[in-house]
C-alpha cells in the first residue's frame, strides 16, 4: 500500500495542514529526559508513557489513522535487568489503566514484534487487547514491542521460502507485494512520516522496508517533552513537502 497519498484534513486545532496517513514515531530520551533533571531512567519511563498518552489523542484529533511506535527493541535486552522489568511491568500498568480509554475512543490496538520468549502472562496480555479493540474502526494504535526490522524481514523471508518449498508458492511470484503481505504491517499503509525525537537522526531497525518513501523529522525534544505543539510543528514541515515517490513532484517546473 506504499505511495498512497495522505488525506488532507482540516481540523479545528489544525486546518490546512495534511495529515498523514500512517505517522511513525521513534520514542527517544526518556533516560536522557530524566538524567537532566536528576531523576531516575525509569521515572523518564513513566513520563514517556504520558507523552504517549498524549500523542494518541492528539492523533485521534487531527485524524490520523495509523500510529506506530516503537516501545521496546529487539537490541533493548542489552539493558540493565532491572530496568527491562520496569519497561514491561509499565506496559502492564499501561494497559490496565488505559484499555477501556481506548475502547471508547475507538482505537484499535496492534502488538508487533516477535513473541517468542515472552514471558507467557505478558503473551496473554496482548492477545488480550488485541482481541478487545480488534472491532475498533477509528485510529490504529500499532505498537512495536520486541521488535526489529532485520528480523521482521527475515522472518518473512524464512515464510516465504517454506511456501516455495512446499509447493503452495512459484518463486517468481514474489514481488514486492507478496513480502510485504508477509511482514507484521500486513494490511496496513505504509508509514508517510517517521518522527525521531532527542535529536538523533537514525532509524535504529525500525520500519525499514516500510520507510522506503517515508518522510523524516528529527525533533530535539526528548520524548517525555514532545506534546501538541511539537506534533503541529511536525505535521507544519510534512505539509511542506513535495512527495515525488520517484517521480516528479508538484512543484517541479
Not at 503452495?168 to 513480502?179: N, V
Request: net charge neutral.
Amino acid at each position: 500500500m506504499a505511495g498512497e497519498p495522505a488525506a488532507s484534513v482540516n481540523v479545528e486545532t489544525g486546518a490546512g495542514l495534511k495529515i498523514p496517513r500512517h505517522l511513525g514515531v521513534i520514542m527517544d530520551g526518556n533516560g536522557r529526559w530524566a538524567k537532566l533533571r536528576g531523576k531516575r531512567r525509569t521515572e523518564g519511563h513513566v513520563e514517556g508513557v504520558k507523552a504517549l498518552r498524549g500523542l494518541v489523542e492528539h492523533c485521534i484529533n487531527y485524524g490520523v489513522g495509523y500510529l506506530t511506535v516503537f516501545s521496546f527493541s529487539s537490541e533493548n535486552w542489552s539493558r540493565p535487568p532491572d530496568e527491562i522489568s520496569f519497561i514491561f511491568n509499565l506496559l502492564r500498568r499501561f494497559v490496565a489503566s488505559d484499555l477501556q480509554r481506548l475502547i471508547r475512543n475507538n482505537v484499535r490496538v496492534r502488538i508487533i514484534g516477535s513473541r517468542q520468549d515472552l514471558d507467557p502472562s505478558l503473551v496473554r496480555l496482548i492477545e488480550d487487547v488485541e482481541a478487545k479493540t480488534h472491532a475498533n474502526t477509528g485510529l490504529t494504535l500499532v505498537v512495536a514491542f520486541n521488535y526489529g526490522s532485520k528480523t521482521e524481514i527475515v522472518a518473512a523471508a524464512r515464510h516465504l521460502a517454506r511456501e516455495v518449498a512446499a509447493g503452495r508458492l512459484d518463486p517468481e511470484a514474489i514481488d514486492e507485494k507478496r513480502l510485504g503481505d508477509a511482514l507484521y504491517t500486513a494490511g496496513m499503509p505504509d508509514p508517510d512520516v517517521i518522527i525521531r525525537t532527542s535529536g538523533e537522526q537514525r532509524l535504529s531497525n525500525f520500519l525499514l522496508w516500510q520507510a522506503a518513501y517515508a518522510e523524516f523529522v528529527f525533533v530535539d525534544e526528548h520524548w517525555p517533552d514532545f506534546d501538541e505543539a511539537s506534533f503541529i510543528r511536525v505535521l507544519e514541515s510534512y505539509s511542506q513537502r513535495d512527495r515525488r515517490f520517484g517521480g516528479i513532484g508538484a512543484t517541479a517546473s
